[in-house]
């Protein structure tokens, strides 16, 4: 058995910041070209209407996703001081 003593907060943090921002692209950037194709996508008290709406959330959620990941990397911290942490059982895989 392995044990996850500790993750480093930063760069944990990061690595999700980045994916929640992948994800949020994928989604809402086509999201806003087919709405702005049919009309839709009007959200006042966003500059430039819609399409900056579309471009300004992914980075936003990754903005969300990087804070997030790094409170949690510091509850599990001080969790894992008192009970342990989470323990993982790992297997080395030969590359034949």
Do not use: H
């Not at 500790?6 to 070209?33: D, E, H, R, W």
């Not at 959330?57 to 911290?77: D, S, T």
């Amino acid at each position: 058995m392995k044990r996850i003593k500790k993750f480093g907060v930063y760069q944990t943090a990061k690595v999700s910041g980045i994916i929640y921002f992948l994800i949020a692209a994928v989604f809402m950037i086509p999201f806003g070209i087919i709405s702005s194709m049919f009309g839709g996508g009007n959200f006042p008290g966003f500059p430039f209407g819609g399409g900056f709406f579309f471009i300004f959330m992914p980075f936003l959620y990754g903005i969300i996703g990087f804070i997030m990941a790094a409170i949690g990397c510091l509850i599990y911290n001080a969790i894992a001081k008192w009970t342990g942490g989470i323990e993982l059982e790992v297997e080395t895989v030969d590359e034949a």
